[in-house]
């Protein structure tokens, strides 16, 4: 059965510093795999995906991943941290048995002023 | 505002009881997907309707059940209900059916808590 793997339930990091949020999956296929992030109290919000074509894939507020099929990785990153990006970021993977979205358990990221 | 609605926000209520949570998904989006999410559990997918019909069934207790109506909207009924079963209650929409690559876009939650 397909799993996502986020290493880390909690990273802290300085304002400014470089943001890494670690996730694996395990799939003999690639998968689609997706990063949503959750503010305190609200919804999960698409910070990007990745299904086909470039590796390296772009999101909303400057957030990036890149997908490393060696590797079955699809970390998230961000050059310089800021006090907004404090939340809780999981990864996801579709390609469950049932073609449904399957989550990480999670990476509380808190930024340090 | 993430275009999909849950109703009510929160919601307390006594072990034993039964109650229905609400869901409009986005416009134009076929397919409304229910999670549960626990701090011991993470996100667990519940159950999934495409236009109507149930899709997939995930791990969904018997004594919750979950409908989508011919306006797509969908309910998730929750009865005898006992303290483990509080959480957050998660709805979100896609255009598309199961496997889908668009990705889902989430209501905020139905909070639950039952004492």
Redesign the interface.
């Known amino acids: 059965a397909q799993s996502v793997t986020q290493l880390g339930s909690h990273v802290s990091v300085s304002e400014g510093a470089l943001v890494l949020l670690r996730c694996n999956y395990s799939s003999s296929v690639p998968p689609?795999l997706?990063w949503?992030v959750q503010y305190p109290?609200?919804?999960?919000?698409?910070l990007l995906?990745y299904?086909t074509g470039a590796t390296l894939v772009k999101g909303i507020n400057g957030f990036e991943a890149e997908f490393k099929k060696s590797e079955t990785s699809f970390h998230l990153t961000k050059p310089s941290a800021h006090m907004s990006d404090a939340a809780e970021y999981?990864c996801a993977a579709?390609?469950?048995s049932?073609?449904?979205?399957?989550?990480?358990?999670?990476t509380k990221l808190s930024v340090k002023p | 505002d993430s275009g999909v609605t849950q109703t009510p926000k929160h919601l307390i209520t006594a072990t034993g009881q039964r109650v229905t949570l609400r869901c409009s998904p986005r416009s134009g989006d076929l397919s409304v997907y229910w999670y549960q999410q626990s701090l011991d559990q993470g996100l667990q997918f519940l159950i999934q309707y495409y236009n109507g019909e149930e899709r997939a069934k995930g791990n969904i207790l018997e004594r919750f059940s979950a409908q989508q109506f011919p306006d797509l909207h969908s309910e998730l009924n929750l009865s005898s209900l006992e303290l483990g079963d509080s959480a957050l209650y998660f709805c979100a929409s896609s255009p598309r059916g199961p496997a889908t690559n668009y990705g889902y876009t989430f209501g905020s939650g139905t909070r639950l808590t039952v004492v």
């Open positions: 689609y997706f949503y109290n609200q919804g999960l919000q698409l995906k299904t999981f579709l390609g469950g049932q073609g449904n979205l399957i989550f990480g358990k999670g």
